[in-house]
Each structure stands twice: as structure tokens, then as C-alpha cells.
């Protein structure tokens, strides 16, 4: 299933040096790979053949373009490059080099083609995605995220549930259902698709949080203007979005209910508003490592230090009066963020409320012992209890972060959310 075909182009090059002619093919799993089929003459074709045999792979990477050989429509390849080829792949053939890219646009719309005063849909094929369900009082047809000038709603592909199964099962990436965006932007189609690429980045952040997983887009679809079909065709293959496995849905659900639409709706415009200041993409990159589900709880204790910290020491960097040592950045944190902290200290086994530090930096001990790699023996227990604690933490910091402190109430799992030892379970 991960290495299935979606979709296929045979693309003739356009005054190339290496090639004339490329097959590549888009994945389940979100690559772009495929077949170098007929260099371009002169020896320099022979020599990257013979490169490409004698030590399988090109270090260079190629933008090209091309004609599609079915639809005639104008192709754009970014960053492609030479790689040995795959036997068990597609069409297997000795004498072919083999080929992956980074993106592949394909279009038909005329070189003028602009959409003005038009709402345009897109539909995105996304990896590593479980679309919410909607519960009363909201149907099922209702928006993931609403704004003036875009709706986005999220599907499920007939199979998901077999496809988050193997996602669990083999922890690799899967497209596992779509998010479709219908905006109103002015611009050609390659500036259509873009844009909306741009808009759902942070709704992928956010849903990634939730679930434990990154999910990301692997294809772009431009499939209707004002509710029409359009008369061209436009798609985008991505393969250079950042896709983050983490738990790969084997971790507790942290939502239920209708908790993912409504923490998009609080968090969207504040994600994208401070992104930058705030180092959000960061911060969640550590959760996902930490969730991980082949590391050590050392591993998974580093990681998830580093991103309360990170969160922390960029509130500092916007108030004065806090002192720069990491225990009193993290209690300015919570502190700002109104998050609760002693019931967490409280369930780490390695925490003395004695010592001189906060409640809040309650995982110091096992923090520094791996990551300042401290001469301490510290037990198993202290360990996997200081984990589970300072996961719970920054999951809330993250929920306080993005909502209105009016608005919890109005959370089923979010706002609820407890550590738990769950070793034997």
C-alpha cells in the first residue's frame, strides 16, 4: 500500500543537459519517485549512466520542465535528482536511472490565466491525517475553519480507518484523507494553489498537536471555480513538506467530541500572528519527537524539556523583569499562561517540594540528567513519572496558549487534561 501508485506522469524534457525523457510517480506515501527513460545525447548522457551504475546516485539536484505526453499540459520539476533505481517499484526496468523531485506542477490553463473575483477550490491529499467528526450540535458538513475570505473542510478516504491501522501498525506515512479549501484570491493558478498551501500550514500545526501526528499535503487539486469545473487542469505534487510522525495515532486521544474544531477556530489567527516570535513550529517539533514511539523515555524527556523551554525563553524575551535562568523562565510561562502546575509535581516521583526549585520546573532532576548528561542514577520511575508530567505540561501550556482563558469551558478533552502512569496498561 505505502509505495502504490496515485498518480503518473511520462513528461518530455525541455532542453535538458542529462535527460529528454522522465517518468515520475506519486505515492501513498507521499513520494515523488520514478525513472530517468532516455538521457539526453552526447556523452554527457553516457557518462551520468555510467555514473549512476557505478556508484548509484547524483548528488546534483535538477529544476526542469516538460510537456506531459497525455494531456500536453506544460510540467515544472524542482529539485529532482538521480537515484538508484528501485526493482520492486512500478515499472521495473535494468537499464533505467532512477529519479525522485521535490515538487511536479502540471497545467493546461492558458500562460494568462488569471482568477479574479472567483472563489477557487483545492483539494489537498494529506498524509498522516484523521479528519475530526463532528458532533451536536454541528453536522457533519460543517467546516473544519471558517474565515471571511476561506472555508476548509476535512474527509476521509472510504478506507481511513484500515489506513490509520497500518500507519499504527507499520509506523510510516500513509495519505490518509484530504482537507479542501475554498478561498477568494486573486492570482493565477500556480499563485491559487500556493496561497492555500500557505493557509492550511498552520491549520496542520494545530491538528498535529491534537492528534500526535504532522499531517501534510502530498497533492494539490485546483477542481472548481465559483462551484464550476474548470476548463484546464492544474495539480501540484509536494514532497518536500515537513511530515512528523510522532505517535502515529498509537498515543491517547487528547480530543474529543467537537475539541479540534473549536481549538482551530481559537488558534488559528494567534498561530499565524506570532509564529515567528513565538518559535510555535519548533516548539511542536519537539512534542512530536518526544512522542516518538522507538525512543527512550531519556530521549523523550530531552525533548519535551526542549520545547517548554523554547515556548518559555521566548516569553522572557518579551519581558524585562524575568530573569534569564531557565527555572524562573519556565514558572513566568506558567505563570502568564495560567497553567496548573503542583498536581504535576505532585505525581512526579522525583520531585522534592523541599529543594529550591518552583513547581513548575518540577522535572529539573531528570532534565539535566540527560541533558547535561549528570553523574546521577536517576530510577526508572522517576524518570517515566517526570515524562508523563512535563508532556502534560506542555500540552497545556500549548491548549492555554491558543484559547481564550472564557472559552475552556467549552473544551470535552482539552481543557482536562491529567498525566497518567500507564506502563501496565
Known amino acids: 500500500m505505502f509505495t502504490d501508485a496515485i498518480d503518473e506522469r511520462t513528461i518530455d524534457i ?80 535494468d537499464d533505467e536511472i532512477g529519479f525522485r523531485a521535490g515538487t511536479v506542477t502540471t497545467t493546461t490553463a492558458p500562460d494568462d ?65 484530504t482537507l479542501t479549501i475554498t478561498q477568494e484570491v486573486n492570482g493565477s493558478p500556480v499563485h491559487q494553489v500556493n496561497h492555500a498551501a500557505c493557509t492550511i500550514e498552520p491549520i496542520a500545526w494545530l491538528l498535529g498537536f491534537t492528534q500526535g501526528t504532522m499531517p501534510a499535503p502530498i497533492r494539490a487539486t485546483i477542481t472548481a471555480i465559483d462551484g464550476e469545473e474548470p476548463a484546464w487542469q492544474f495539480e501540484k505534487w509536494f514532497s518536500t513538506w515537513r511530515a512528523d510522525m510522532g505517535s502515529a495515532f498509537t498515543g491517547r486521544n487528547i480530543v474529543r467530541a467537537n475539541d479540534p474544531f473549536v481549538f482551530l477556530d481559537h488558534g488559528y489567527d494567534r498561530f499565524v500572528g506570532r509564529v515567528e516570535e513565538y518559535k510555535y513550529r519548533e516548539c511542536l517539533s519537539w512534542y512530536f519527537d518526544a512522542l516518538l514511539q522507538e525512543r527512550t523515555v531519556n530521549a523523550k524527556t530531552a525533548s519535551i524539556a526542549s520545547a517548554i523551554e523554547t515556548l518559555a525563553r521566548r516569553y522572557a524575551a518579551f519581558d524585562e523583569d524575568v530573569e534569564g535562568d531557565t527555572d524562573a523562565v519556565i514558572a513566568n510561562l506558567a505563570d502568564e499562561l495560567g497553567v496548573p502546575v503542583d498536581d504535576l509535581a ?12 518552583n513547581n513548575a520546573y518540577f522535572y529539573v532532576g531528570t532534565r539535566n540528567a540527560v541533558v547535561h548528561n549528570d553523574r546521577v542514577n536517576v530510577p526508572f520511575d522517576d524518570l517515566f513519572t517526570d515524562f508523563e508530567a512535563a508532556l502534560t505540561m506542555f500540552r497545556r501550556l500549548i491548549f492555554h496558549e491558543f484559547t481564550p482563558p472564557g472559552e475552556r469551558d467549552r473544551y470535552t478533552e482539552l481543557n482536562n487534561l491529567e498525566p497518567r502512569d500507564n506502563r501496565f496498561e
Open 346 to 357: 505532585s505525581f512526579s516521583t522525583g520531585f522534592d517540594e523541599s529543594t529550591e526549585w
Open 113 to 177: 490565466e488569471a482568477i479574479v473575483g472567483s472563489s477557487v477550490t483545492i483539494r489537498f491529499d494529506m498524509l498522516n491525517f484523521d479528519p475530526p467528526s463532528a458532533y451536536l450540535p454541528r453536522s457533519n458538513d460543517t467546516p473544519l475553519l471558517e474565515r471571511d475570505r476561506f472555508e476548509v473542510y476535512g474527509a476521509e478516504l472510504p478506507d481511513t480507518e484500515d489506513r490509520i491501522g497500518k500507519i499504527k501498525e507499520w509506523h510510516r506515512q500513509l495519505r490518509t484523507g
Open 14 to 93: 525541455a532542453e535538458h543537459d542529462y535527460f529528454d525523457t522522465v517518468r515520475v510517480v506519486l505515492t501513498e506515501d507521499g513520494r515523488i519517485t520514478g525513472a530517468v527513460t532516455d538521457t539526453a545525447g552526447g556523452e554527457r548522457g553516457m557518462e551520468l549512466f555510467l555514473q549512476h551504475r557505478a556508484d548509484g546516485t547524483d548528488l546534483e539536484m535538477h529544476d526542469a520542465t516538460g510537456t506531459d505526453q497525455q494531456t500536453g499540459g506544460r510540467i515544472e520539476i524542482t529539485d529532482g535528482f538521480i537515484t538508484p533505481n528501485i526493482p520492486d517499484q512500478h515499472h521495473e526496468q
